[in-house]
């Protein structure tokens, strides 16, 4: 049997090779590619699939446990190899080395801890935890015994967070006593209370000792380092089929509610891993680092499972690049020898406004592949990136993708295929992206711009939103009939690179997280004396979108600090992320006919524009615009 090496491009013509492969044949293609995984039972058809209905089903009857590719393969290959390298908060603390050997040791003792509160196969688990080695334990020990896990961002606030354990009915809670934030301290605990006050499927809470505050337990909570005294080592993983659920994500969509996206546990993990070892070219002997947190999709594909998928050594940072300085990132990667940096056009932007001392202080010569994920970068940024950390001589991954495509949809491939910058240039093997025109026909020739739209089912396309398949099929599959569509635009240079131009929805990316307006104008009308709301995003030079909400309210009494409360207020719903830069007051919003708010016209005002408003005879109250402008 071929080993997955033998499937990474190494060079542009094994690049064209293989993606031509892929598209020629993609059932024989991908099922040559999935054989080199460890399977209980081979699949009986490789791919089942309807744009319609919709639905996709993978690798059929193939039986699988995603954590015996993940550990028990590598324990009998390499077994003292470091898994994790865990980097904590505060840099005078150790960092820890945790071998696969190890790692497969702490999930099978937290399986058991798991098994004896009762969750069984397709049991919902709920996850809100800090970036500490037991969150990639937790998330292991769940696929263990084939329990789905939902990990909540531990920024979330206690709304968000019941909102999310409601939805998938979640039985079990993990969380710690608090989490480590640069120089903050979080009091994840007191969230967990709030939130539980609200979430009646929760049976049992398990809480790590992270901070060591003095915190009161509840019934039905119990300390982790308590419960895994109590429980044995063996845990044989459980056996699941290929279309069983893996995890439940939560990503924002235009409406009020997140969506939970479904992944599955044979296609996600095909695709996950084989995605990482081509984009990023990773060596057996690389340190690799992604700075995202677990609680995205990012942290799941390329910190978690790609990674130990494929059996390399993935870093663990639980602080923040600014602390105690914004030297840290630098001293990292010095510090660990790191290979493969992966990281947000955000916090580049963010770092690059620093001295540059605080990068050249460091020996970043162990550098060898940059990359970046979550929003379009620009070409000053990019430029910064590849001078001042990559010293020129690095490649930049700029990685485009969904937490619905559950892995790589555009990227170069490191030293492989060209970079270009801001480009997410070419498409991963095995995925057949599309530009559409206004009339929902394909754009064939190079050079255009349009919306973008994948062709042909790839192995970890999301299977469903959790509990609610017509808003799936709303959503992603109703633009386009018989595409995918991701709610992108996007543009093609000469040579077919892709370059992303940015949401074309209610969706707006701040800082590379996904917020949805809609949410956050829900958010905004609790407030007793708001009448109405609407908040767009607008260009912003670090964080890439910053958010500008536009209120309408019922009495305008200059005592009261309004934009202290609706800002107290989105905290406290949804999270600190979502805060608009700016809240504006204002007489009214401009509305259609038909009483839709023109959040076209939102989007120019926020961006500093004037006078040329286009046409807005359509509107009901064309005399507001001028009204909104005067008053910003
Ligand atoms: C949206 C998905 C991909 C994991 C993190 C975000 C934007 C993502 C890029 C990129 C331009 C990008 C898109 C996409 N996005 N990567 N390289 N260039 N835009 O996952 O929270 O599901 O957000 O992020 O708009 O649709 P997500």
């Known amino acids: 049997m071929k080993k997955i090496e033998n499937y990474i491009a ?21 099922s040559e590619i999935a054989s080199t995984f460890s399977w209980r039972n081979k699949w009986t058809k490789t791919l089942e699939y309807d744009f319609n209905k919709p639905e996709f089903k993978w690798f059929l009857n193939g039986k699988l446990n995603i954590t015996e590719n993940c550990l028990d393969r590598h324990v009998q290959s390499n077994p003292n190899k470091t898994a994790i390298l865990f980097e904590p908060n505060d840099p005078n603390q150790s960092a820890q080395k945790i071998s696969y050997k190890e790692l497969h040791r702490r999930v099978c003792v937290f399986a058991n801890v798991l098994k004896s509160k009762s969750i069984k196969k397709g049991d919902r688990v709920c996850i809100y935890m800090p970036m500490v080695p037991e969150l990639t334990v937790a998330v292991l020990a769940c696929a263990r015994i084939g329990a789905v896990h939902s990990v909540v961002f531990a920024g979330f606030s206690a709304t968000a967070l019941a909102a999310r354990i409601k939805d998938s009915k979640c039985k079990v809670l993990l969380t710690a006593d608090g989490s480590f934030r640069g120089s903050k301290v979080i009091d994840l605990k007191s969230i967990v209370d709030e939130a539980l006050l609200d979430c009646n499927s929760i049976t049992s809470t398990i809480v790590l000792k992270r ?12 300390w982790w380092h308590e419960e895994i005294k109590n429980v044995s080592d063996y845990c044989i993983a459980e056996e699941m089929d290929s279309e069983d659920m893996l995890f439940i994500l939560y990503t924002s969509g235009s409406t009020g509610k997140p969506k939970g996206m479904v992944h599955s546990c044979g296609g996600y993990m095909v695709y996950s891993s084989y995605t990482f070892l081509n984009v990023f070219q990773y060596s057996p002997n690389d340190i690799y680092w992604c700075t995202a947190d677990i609680g995205w999709i990012t ?3 390329y ?24 030297s840290r990132f630098w001293n990292i990667v010095e510090k660990h020898k790191i290979t493969h940096f992966y990281t947000a056009p955000t916090a580049i932007r963010a770092l690059a406004k620093h001295p540059i001392s605080l990068v050249e202080s460091n020996d970043l010569s162990s550098l060898k592949v940059l990359g970046t994920v979550g929003e379009p970068i620009n070409e000053e940024a990019w430029n910064w990136y590849d001078k ?28 492989v295929t060209k970079d270009k910058p801001t480009y997410a240039t070419k498409p991963m093997i095995g995925i057949q992206p599309v530009l559409m025109d ?10 255009k711009e349009g919306i973008l739209a994948i062709k042909y089912p790839w192995p970890s396309i999301a299977r469903t939103i959790y509990g609610n398949h017509e808003r799936y099929k709303n959503v992603y599959f109703t633009a386009y009939p018989g595409y995918y569509f991701p709610g992108d635009g996007a543009l093609t240079d000469s040579e077919g690179n892709f370059r992303i131009t940015g949401r074309v929805d209610d969706v707006v990316i701040v800082s590379g997280h996904n917020l949805g307006t809609a949410p956050i104008e829900d958010a905004i009308n609790l407030h007793k004396n708001v009448v109405e709301s609407a908040v767009v995003g607008y ?23 309004m934009a202290k409360e609706i800002k107290d207020l989105i905290s406290k719903t949804i999270g600190p992320i979502a805060k608009p830069d700016i809240i504006q007051v204002v007489p009214g919003l401009p509305k259609t006919r038909s009483g839709k708010i023109m959040r076209r016209i939102l989007r120019k005002i926020a961006s500093g524009e004037k006078e040329n408003f286009g046409d807005i005879s359509t509107l009901l109250n064309p005399e507001i615009v001028d009204k909104i402008v005067k008053s910003s």
């Open 10 to 30: 190494k060079n542009i013509n094994e690049y064209n090779d293989l993606y031509n492969k892929s598209l020629s044949n993609p059932e024989n293609f991908w």
């Open 211 to 222: 901070i060591g505050s003095m915190i009161k337990m509840n019934i039905n909570e119990s």
């Open 299 to 301: 942290g799941h594909s």
């Open 303 to 326: 910190i978690v499972y790609g990674p130990l998928l494929s059996g390399a050594t993935s870093v663990m940072f639980e602080g923040v690049p600014s602390y105690p300085d914004f």
């Open 388 to 415: 001042n950390v990559g010293k020129s001589k690095c490649p930049i991954v700029d990685t485009w993708w969904q937490t619905e495509t559950g892995g790589i949809m555009l990227s170069s491939l490191a030293g």
């Open 438 to 447: 206004k009339d929902g026909k394909e754009i064939i020739e190079y050079g």
């Open 539 to 561: 260009p912003h030079e670090i964080k890439g979108n910053a958010l500008r909400a536009f209120v309408i309210l019922l009495n305008n009494d200059s005592n009261v600090d």
